[in-house]
């Protein structure tokens, strides 16, 4: 089992410290949340469950150039988004700003992606909310163009654009792609794409959607590609309970063995030392996971 931060949970004047002692104590990667803006009155509206984890007043930052500052501040951490909405930009500027993040990271990037919950962004920049899964799919299928091929013409209906070329390519001529989120169409978006990042959950709940996506893979033929499921933990996770979420078919577990942001550090080295993780060993994940048997 690996273990990922969730930098989103401390104050941003603590990312820094928190990310370096993630790289230092043996963690496997840190996290970073995303929107674009956030309305005021009643535009938190949206969010599954009926109550936004967020205020209006909440900074914001951009999460490829913050991963990147860390990036220059670690060795083998992971940096993810989870998750990153790419169907409210252009393309060309989500691949432009991934990939100049995984040339500084040396290749420790990783796109968590999702449609989206929270529609008040989408009516800020004049983007249908209704269509964000079809923007969604259409942008990372153009990242993966970029990132790959001398030169990209694209048609589709969302981001048509002329032939471009797209240099400098990231280090693997890829980003792993995960995609957020619990419902129907999420899961399946995952399926297709590298892997697939949970909402905060108990273990029995993430073995539902694992084994689904399992299928989903099955039925595609892709069940023997790299595939990884990345989970957040309801909290920390106890040693003896981590193989219930190994048997739940989780990669890689983000946890938050803090109760207040003041005690993530120390958190973070007793739970290092609790696990038996190993202090500046070389990361194993540059890429995908291959699927649990």
């Given at each position: 089992?690996?273990?990922?931060?969730?930098?989103?949970?401390?104050?941003?004047?603590?990312?820094?410290?928190?990310?370096?002692?993630?790289?230092?104590?043996?963690?496997?990667?840190?996290?970073?949340?995303?929107?674009?803006?956030?309305?005021?009155?009643?535009?938190?509206?949206?969010?599954?469950?009926?109550?936004?984890?967020?205020?209006?007043?909440?900074?914001?930052?951009?999460?490829?150039?913050?991963?990147?500052?860390?990036?220059?501040?670690?060795?083998?951490?992971?940096?993810?988004?989870?998750?990153?909405?790419?169907?409210?930009?252009?393309?060309?500027?989500?691949?432009?700003?991934?990939?100049?993040?995984?040339?500084?990271?040396?290749?420790?990037?990783?796109?968590?992606?999702?449609?989206?919950?929270?529609?008040?962004?989408?009516?800020?920049?004049?983007?249908?909310?209704?269509?964000?899964?079809?923007?969604?799919?259409?942008?990372?299928?153009v990242l993966r163009r970029l990132w790959s091929?001398?030169?990209?013409?694209?048609?589709?209906?969302?981001?048509?654009?002329?032939?471009?070329?797209?240099?400098?390519?990231?280090?693997?001529?890829?980003?792993?792609?995960?995609?957020?989120?619990?419902?129907?169409?999420?899961?399946?978006?995952?399926?297709?794409?590298?892997?697939?990042?949970?909402?905060?959950?108990?273990?029995?709940?993430?073995?539902?959607?694992?084994?689904?996506?399992?299928?989903?893979?099955?039925?595609?033929?892709?069940?023997?590609?790299?595939?990884?499921?990345?989970?957040?933990?309801?909290?920390?996770?106890?040693?003896?309970?981590?193989?219930?979420?190994?048997?739940?078919?989780?990669?890689?577990?983000?946890?938050?063995?803090?109760?207040?942001?003041?005690?993530?550090?120390?958190?973070?080295?007793?739970?290092?030392?609790?696990?038996?993780?190993?202090?500046?060993?070389?990361?194993?994940?540059?890429?995908?996971?291959?699927?649990?048997?």
């Amino acid at each position: 089992m690996r273990f990922g931060i969730p930098l989103g949970l401390v104050r941003p004047d603590a990312w820094h410290d928190l990310a370096v002692a993630a790289d230092e104590l043996g963690f496997d990667s840190v996290w970073l949340p995303e929107h674009l803006v956030l309305a005021t009155g009643g535009g938190m509206q949206g969010y599954p469950g009926g109550r936004a984890p967020i205020r209006p007043s909440t900074p914001l930052y951009d999460a490829p150039v913050r991963l990147a500052a860390l990036a220059a501040a670690t060795r083998r951490v992971r940096l993810g988004t989870a998750v990153y909405l790419l169907g409210l930009r252009h393309p060309l500027i989500s691949a432009r700003a991934f990939a100049t993040l995984d040339e500084i990271a040396g290749g420790r990037t990783v796109l968590g992606a999702g449609a989206g919950w929270y529609r008040a962004e989408w009516d800020a920049v004049g983007a249908p909310f209704a269509e964000r899964g079809g923007r969604l799919d259409e942008a990372i299928g153009v990242l993966r163009r970029l990132w790959s091929e001398e030169a990209v013409a694209h048609g589709g209906p969302h981001f048509p654009f002329p032939e471009v070329a797209f240099e400098p390519k990231p280090p693997r001529r890829a980003v792993p792609i995960l995609i957020g989120g619990e419902s129907p169409a999420a899961l399946s978006r995952a399926a297709r794409n590298d892997g697939w990042i949970s909402m905060p959950a108990p273990p029995e709940r993430v073995a539902g959607a694992a084994a689904e996506l399992r299928r989903l893979r099955a039925e595609a033929g892709r069940e023997g590609e790299p595939f990884e499921v990345v989970a957040h933990a309801e909290g920390g996770c106890r040693p003896d309970e981590t193989a219930a979420w190994t048997a739940a078919g989780v990669h890689t577990l983000i946890v938050r063995p803090w109760r207040r942001g003041r005690d993530a550090l120390a958190a973070a080295e007793r739970f290092a030392r609790d696990h038996g993780l190993a202090p500046g060993a070389p990361s194993d994940r540059a890429r995908p996971a291959r699927p649990a048997s």
